[in-house]
Each structure stands twice: as structure tokens, then as C-alpha cells.
Nanobody, 121 residues
Framework: QVQLVESGGGSVQAGGSLRLSCAAS?????MAWFRQAPGKEREGVAQ???????SYADSVKGRFTISKDNAKNTLYLQMNNLNPEDTAMYYC??????????????????WGQGTQVTISS
């Protein structure tokens, strides 16, 4: 069982930045960030392999950076140039394997409780 605890959400104005963190009890799995806005399906944002390979949703490429500190078992999401469309609950997730494949929430089995990100225009 992997336990995940997110932090770092908040409210900022458009153009601002936030850094999300996810403390994990075990971090050698493929790990990812998802987000879900009210009335919308959960959307994959970014994922990172155990060897550091990353992939991103097109909507966040060039603005968001996923990283992890294996020594601290912590996953990060640096979010820059935020816009109101980024408003959502953000979730940390872990797959049951070290390699990432589809950035699809149905393949991730461990989830954090979420942290809210609100961007005002």
C-alpha cells in the first residue's frame, strides 16, 4: 500500500506560479499528477518514470514541470504561467509499476486526497 499526501495548493492570480508537493511512502513507482475540475473528467497532467523520464499533457507543456526527489520520497509539480483553466483539484497518483505508459487515471491505483488550485483572472 502506498500512501500519498499532497500539499501546496492555493489561490493565485493568472500568470502566477505554484508548486505542489506529494509526500509518498514509496516512490519507485511511476508517479503522476492528475486534476479534476467540477463537472469534468479527471485529466492527466504529467507523469514521471522511476528513471526520471517524463511526459505531459499538451495543455501544460512548457508551463508545468514534474520532478521527484527519491531521497525524500517526494513528488513535485512546478506550475508557472497559470491561467483560470488550470483551476481544479490536483491529485498525486502512483501506478503499480516503475514504468509509465498511458497517462490515464484508470491505470493508477494509489491516490492522494487532493489539493485545490484556484486561479483568478
Amino acid at each position: 500500500q502506498v500512501q500519498l499526501v499532497e500539499s501546496g495548493g492555493g489561490s493565485v492570480q493568472a500568470g502566477g506560479s505554484l508548486r505542489l508537493s506529494c509526500a509518498a511512502s514509496y516512490s519507485t513507482y511511476c508517479m503522476a499528477w492528475f486534476r479534476q475540475a467540477p463537472g469534468k473528467e479527471r485529466e492527466g497532467v504529467a507523469q514521471i518514470d522511476n528513471d526520471g523520464s517524463t511526459s505531459y499533457a499538451d495543455s501544460v507543456k512548457g508551463r508545468f514541470t514534474i520532478s521527484k526527489d527519491n531521497a525524500k520520497n517526494t513528488l513535485y509539480l512546478q506550475m508557472n504561467n497559470l491561467n483560470p483553466e488550470d483551476t481544479a483539484m490536483y491529485y498525486c497518483a502512483a501506478r503499480g509499476s516503475s514504468r509509465c505508459r498511458n497517462l490515464d487515471y484508470r491505470y493508477f491505483i494509489y491516490w492522494g486526497q487532493g489539493t485545490q488550485v484556484t486561479i483568478s483572472s
